[in-house]
């Protein structure tokens, strides 16, 4: 089955810096990568997606890359803000014959410090 | 996207009972999905709630501990039976037409004691 590994699974930056996560999957079949961030005490948000026709995809200061070859995809955040602190989740999407199935990494907590 | 909400969102339960999680969505769905996230820990998706027909349960959940319904396009519950100290968890319905992006509510903060 599909199988998501994500790093770090902490991440402490200075405001105004970057932030990278990274992320592999497993089954070549997966087509939809999504990220999401989750607050204290609420749901996962989604943040950006992209499909696996696409190389990169970028939404203001947030950006996502698709190495299908290597079965990487990664986050990458510029001038991170103290707002952006949260726990971020990748996950990859496999169609199934019921409908799409998503598998999550574990988890980055990012820490942007002021 | 689709506006969802979640009731109860917190509760404080004794072990050997259950609790009825409900999930309302402010528009008509295809896919709504319940996933669980134990303390500090990923999400897990339990099932996938079929309207009209039975839910589609992932490996390592079962029915009778999970028991989900789909009565309408807009609305789904999933119930936590005879609950125990590990079934301690957020619960979390998210919703989806097929190959699409999901979206999540806010999540059902379970407490067993």
């Known amino acids: 089955g599909e199988n998501v590994e994500q790093h770090p699974s902490t991440l402490s930056v200075q405001e105004g810096d970057s932030a990278v996560i990274k992320c592999t999957y497993s089954?070549?079949?997966?087509?939809?990568f999504p990220w999401y961030k989750q607050e204290l005490g609420k749901g996962p948000q989604l943040i950006i997606d992209?499909?696996?026709?696409?190389g990169e995809k970028k939404d203001q200061r947030i950006a996502v890359t698709l190495n299908k070859t290597a079965k990487h995809f990664s986050l990458h955040i510029t001038e991170t803000q103290p707002e952006d602190s949260a726990v971020y989740f990748c996950?990859?999407?496999?169609?199934?014959?019921?409908?799409?199935?998503?598998?999550f990494g574990a988890g980055t907590i990012l820490r942007v410090k002021s | 996207s689709a506006v969802i909400s979640q009731k109860p969102s917190r509760d404080i339960c004794q072990r050997g009972t259950s609790l009825t999680i409900q999930c309302q969505v402010d528009?008509?769905?295809?896919?709504m999905f319940w996933y669980r996230q134990q303390p500090g820990q990923s999400l897990t998706l339990i099932a996938t709630?079929?309207?009209?027909?039975?839910?589609?349960?992932e490996s390592g959940f079962v029915i009778d501990k999970f028991p989900i319904s789909r009565p309408n396009l807009t609305f789904s519950t999933l119930t936590v039976s005879n609950m125990s100290p590990e079934d301690s968890s957020i619960y979390l319905c998210?919703?989806?037409?097929?190959?699409?992006?999901?979206?999540f509510g806010p999540g059902t903060r379970l407490l067993v004691l």
């Open positions: 709630a079929n309207q009209g027909s039975e839910a589609t349960y």
């Open positions: 996950a990859a999407s496999i169609i199934k014959g019921y409908g799409n199935k998503l598998v």
């Open positions: 992209i499909r696996s026709n696409v």
């Open positions: 998210s919703v989806g037409a097929v190959g699409e992006t999901q979206y």
């Open positions: 528009s008509q769905v295809t896919m």
């Open positions: 089954d070549s079949a997966s087509n939809y």
